[in-house]
T-cell receptor, first 114, second 115 residues
Framework: AQSVTQLGSHVSVSEGALVLLRCNYS??????LFWYVQYPNQGLQLLLK??????LVKGINGFEAEFKKSETSFHLTKPSAHMSDAAEYFC????????????FGRGTSLIVHP | NAGVTQTPKFRVLKTGQSMTLLCAQD?????MYWYRQDPGMGLRLIHY???????AKGEVPDGYNVSRLKKQNFLLGLESAAPSQTSVYFC??????????????FGDGTRLSIL
């Protein structure tokens, strides 16, 4: 079984500030981890994913995430927020070697102030 | 390259009415999913399909039915709509062959209001 917890339903930052969105997971086997972004009135789009190998994963739009097994975390970061980053962000986990049924976190709404 | 297409995009129903939401994908994916998204609840899986002719229940299947008669289409039906089914519905698909590290591809959603 697997689960995902996203800390903070809303995160507010100023334009140019660091973005940090938190995701913790639980998994009985090595997981695959995903971050998706949802812009208003759109579906989810893949930002980045961790499967195996390098624990620091780079995604689109300057985002990156680090898989930390010891902390069961996969936090999403971006050095400098842009107004266009305002969106809903979802963390998801799926079991390696398991079914294709991911478990999603409840989402974090990123608000960017000018 | 359409990806995942959902129709309709918006719909208003009266309590007790029925309707069918259509999801079509042009990527030859094996797996397809229906989710509902409600404020503060994230995505909840309603039903999914692992291939043509197969369906399975997800986390919140009550009040919904699905069919996958053709590989590219996944239909979600509401037989007797209730206000609690007011939500945004998303369809997704995954290739579903080999490793399970493949990301899902999502449609843009259907916004459904039940009065």
């Amino acid at each position: 079984a697997q689960s995902v917890t996203q800390l903070g339903s809303h995160v507010s930052v100023s334009e140019g500030a660091l973005v940090l969105l938190r995701c913790n997971y639980s998994s009985s086997v090595p997981p695959y981890l995903f971050w998706y972004v949802q812009y208003p009135n759109q579906g989810l789009q893949l930002l980045l994913k961790y499967t195996t190998g390098a624990t620091l994963v780079k995604g689109i739009n300057g985002f990156e995430a680090e898989f930390k097994k010891s902390e069961t975390s996969f936090h999403l970061t971006k050095p400098s927020a842009h107004m266009s980053d305002a969106a809903e962000y979802f963390c998801a986990v799926i079991l390696s070697g398991g079914s294709y049924i991911p478990t999603f976190g409840r989402g974090t709404s990123l608000i960017v102030h000018p | 390259n359409a990806g995942v297409t959902q129709t309709p995009k918006f719909r208003v129903l009266k309590t007790g009415q029925s309707m069918t939401l259509l999801c079509a994908q042009d990527m030859n994916h094996e797996y397809m999913y229906w989710y509902r998204q409600d404020p503060g609840m994230g995505l909840r899986l309603i039903h999914y399909s692992v291939g043509e002719g197969t369906t399975a229940k997800g986390e919140v299947p009550d009040g919904y039915n699905v069919s996958r008669l053709k590989k590219q289409n996944f239909l979600l039906g509401l037989e007797s709509a209730a206000p609690s089914q007011t939500s945004v519905y998303f369809c997704a698909s995954v290739e579903g062959l080999g490793n399970s590290n493949q990301p899902q591809h999502f449609g843009d959603g259907t916004r459904l209001s039940i009065l």
